[in-house]
């Protein structure tokens, strides 16, 4: 709210929200809370980086061969923030039907690092394993889920090359790249 306040702040027009790895989660979930990519007339880009879990708008889940099913061996696998079946109280406010209009009409662009392919740091449980075995399939497996059931989709996702787990994504010529494009 203080940063889209226009007589504090005048000239600032675009908001660059981002996290990396658990706070790529947090911006992943936080863009499904914004219609339009902005708030009071500010602009909002939301940049998620190395994530390793993501919000499906409905129940099902993409299967290794490229098929949707709906999951019955994992009855908490689609609750918030896997899925909008038990929303938090947050969640329950904004709703679970604005925040998948939200989520979906929302530009989010999708960072990630080539070599994030460790699994010893990856959260466990069958709500992650349709996703997965590290964070870079995740992320592929995700594309392939969201061109599949929603092709109109506004998410982009870049592959960065040559890195790992790591913060240095930022400092990708890539990235660097993409914020240009935003300021």
């Given at each position: ?6 007589i504090?702040f ?7 929200v981002t ?12 863009s ?11 602009n909002l ?5 190395n ?5 499906h708008?409905?129940?099902?889940r ?5 098929s ?5 061996n ?17 969640m329950e406010?904004?709703?679970?039907e604005n925040?998948?209009?939200n ?5 989010v662009d ?8 460790e ?7 069958c ?6 075995n590290?964070?870079?399939?995740k ?13 109109n ?10 890195l ?5 994504t930022y400092s990708?010529?890539?990235f660097?790249?993409?914020?240009g494009?935003?300021f």
């Open positions: 709210s203080k940063l889209s306040d226009k504090q005048p000239q600032l027009t675009d908001i660059l996290g990396h790895s658990s706070g790529a989660a947090f911006i992943h979930m936080y499904s809370t914004k219609n339009n990519n902005s708030y009071n007339n500010t880009h939301f940049s998620v980086v994530n390793q879990y993501f919000v708008p409905d129940s099902t993409l299967q290794a061969n490229g949707l099913i709906v999951p019955q994992c009855a908490v696998y689609n609750n918030w923030p896997y899925g909008y079946d038990a929303l938090s109280p947050f406010i904004i709703g679970k925040s998948k209009n989520f979906l009409s929302n530009k999708y960072f990630i690092a080539e070599l994030d392919t699994t010893g740091d990856i959260s466990s449980g709500q992650y394993e349709f996703l997965g590290n964070r870079y399939e992320n592929m497996n995700y594309k392939m889920f969201m061109d599949i059931a929603y092709p989709h506004q998410h982009g996702f870049t592959t960065i090359p040559n790992g787990h790591t913060t240095n990708s010529a890539i660097i790249e993409y914020i494009s935003i």
